[in-house]
């Protein structure tokens, strides 16, 4: 009978250095004495963005981009690699390998420099270097502990739409070349270490998944494995009631469901990417936070139906890493086909939409996007609208870059009463002045518009006035011993 297997991805922190990428391995080793391993691994801390920041300078026709890409890259691996891998050979071998994929995207670096601009299609390749550099890493210090550590690029396994920067998976296809390409090695005992964040198209073009997106690759990995769970090591102890940094008594949770996990992940909890639970969804298979620095602690389980909180709230989320676009203008009154006009300008340079609301004269629709995004909406609705504006049917399109979100986010919210009164009764005692609201159908999230300067004001003032603070140290020991039982 084939062992359980059990999906493990490492984040850039959790691989930033040479210890911490065997202090990754020596986690994955010890889980694959008990159930199969896979392992997912980020770049590096910092490479990404070092590899955007080139291609970025390239594309404006800075030629020693390149050169400077190519240096940094060198130094950073080699002396891992030098720290890592004992045997001479073996550390030849990857060096070699290394160097390959650096000059991989040093080139495309220099194409962009001769050509003066950086395609989609460029930018996927080179950003995507790191993970394919830290997956041969990891790899050599699992066989150098003794274990058979093979690396893969996802580009092999996870096939996407066409949609680079932000693709999205293709669930059949994925788990057909995924489980042709990983099961043999698995059932042979032995542990692949796969690349976070790229993925390619069904024609082999390579696209990524977005920042963040080696949550995703994991998840994508674990339902096309039929995995028994998926083990998120990053540099926090799990989803917290509220970000610590600003609300010190922030407690973590013990467990969360899918549905509140995916709505803090939306409204700006950086311990997920947005779109890692969609596919293990349906298959229940159940996704844990753990902080690979204190890999003893339980971390956050979720599930598709986590225990509710007695306070309706679980967490209070917050961004300031966003905009507001408003539209306004007499012309949008009772004009039919108003509403799909912004929205499908917005979909077309693919904004994503955080939040909506609308006036109740109808002559305002304002929407909220992530800041990055900001930009190339509203020269698209400036594109698309123009007529109107120009007819004074519309007033302005404008942006708004000074505003927050926050979000109370809660299963237990739904049907029950008072919840809302209690959010903005609290605002207005505090004197955080709202700019707009929303609600989700679903009524697990309360999510409102303020200034950026009153986001940690609201923050803190809705953790304290639902008593986030508290955690019951009991269900925590006991999930905290069952973690220990399942990763020893």
């Known amino acids: 009978m084939s062992r359980p297997i059990q999906v ?5 922190t959790s691989v930033g250095d040479a210890k911490r990428i065997r202090n990754a391995a020596t986690i994955a080793a010890e889980a694959s004495k008990q159930r199969s391993v896979v392992v997912v691994v980020s770049a590096m801390s910092g490479v990404t963005n070092t590899l955007i920041s080139a291609a970025g300078k390239a594309a404006t ?24 891998i004992s045997d001479g050979e073996q ?122 997106g080696s949550d995703f690759s994991a998840t994508i990995l674990g339902a096309a494995l039929d995995a028994e769970d998926v083990i998120i090591w990053t540099d926090v102890n799990g989803v917290q009631t509220a970000d610590p940094r600003m609300v010190p008594e922030a407690v973590t949770l013990d467990e969360v469901s899918y549905a509140e996990a995916g709505e803090l992940a939306f409204f700006g909890a950086k311990v997920l990417h947005p779109m890692t639970l969609r596919p293990v969804v349906d298959s229940g298979i159940p996704v844990w936070i753990r902080n690979s620095f204190e890999p003893h602690k339980a971390g956050t389980k979720i599930t598709q139906t986590a225990r509710p909180t007695p306070h309706g709230v679980k967490a209070v989320t917050a961004t300031r890493d966003v905009a507001m676009i408003a539209v306004a203008g007499p012309g949008i009154i009772g004009v039919p086909d108003i509403a799909a006009r ?66 109370a986010v809660g299963e237990k919210m739904c049907g029950t009463p008072g919840i809302a009164g209690r959010v903005f009764s609290t605002m207005g005692n505090e004197g955080v002045n709202i700019i707009a609201i929303a609600q989700g159908s679903s009524e697990y999230n309360i999510s409102f518009l303020v200034e950026s300067s009153g986001m940690e004001k609201a923050v803190k003032a809705l953790h304290r006035a639902f008593g986030l603070g508290q955690v019951e140290s009991g269900e925590k020991a006991s999930t905290a011993a069952q973690v220990t039982s399942k990763t020893a």
């Open 91 to 212: 550390r030849r071998e990857l060096l070699d390998e290394i160097d390959v994929l650096i000059d991989r995207a040093a080139n495309y670096c220099r194409g962009c420099a001769l050509l003066g601009e950086l395609s989609p299609r460029a930018l996927d390749v080179i950003a995507g270097s790191g993970e394919r550099i830290c997956a041969r890493i990891a790899a050599a210090v699992l066989r150098q502990m003794g274990y058979r550590g093979v690396a893969f690029d996802a580009t092999d396994l996870i096939v996407t739409d066409e949609v680079h920067g932000g693709a999205r998976p293709l669930a059949g296809p994925t788990r057909e070349k995924t489980r042709a390409a990983l099961l043999p090695l698995i059932e042979g005992g032995g542990i692949p270490v796969v690349t976070g964040y790229i993925a390619a198209t069904a024609k082999g073009v390579p696209t990524t998944l977005g920042r963040g």
């Open 8 to 12: 493990m991805k490492f984040g850039g």
């Open 61 to 84: 026709g800075n030629e020693a981009a390149a050169e400077a890409l190519a240096k940094a890259l060198q130094t950073k691996h080699r002396e891992t690699i030098e720290a890592l």
């Open 342 to 407: 912004i929205f499908a300008a917005s979909a077309s340079v693919r904004a994503n939409i955080v939040m909506i609301s609308q006036s109740s004269s109808q002559d305002n629709i304002c929407f909220v996007v992530q800041a990055a995004d900001a930009v190339r909406t509203e020269k698209a609705l400036r594109d698309a609208l123009h007529e109107d504006v120009r007819h004074h049917d519309l007033e302005h399109v404008k942006v708004n870059r000074n505003v927050a979100i926050v979000a």
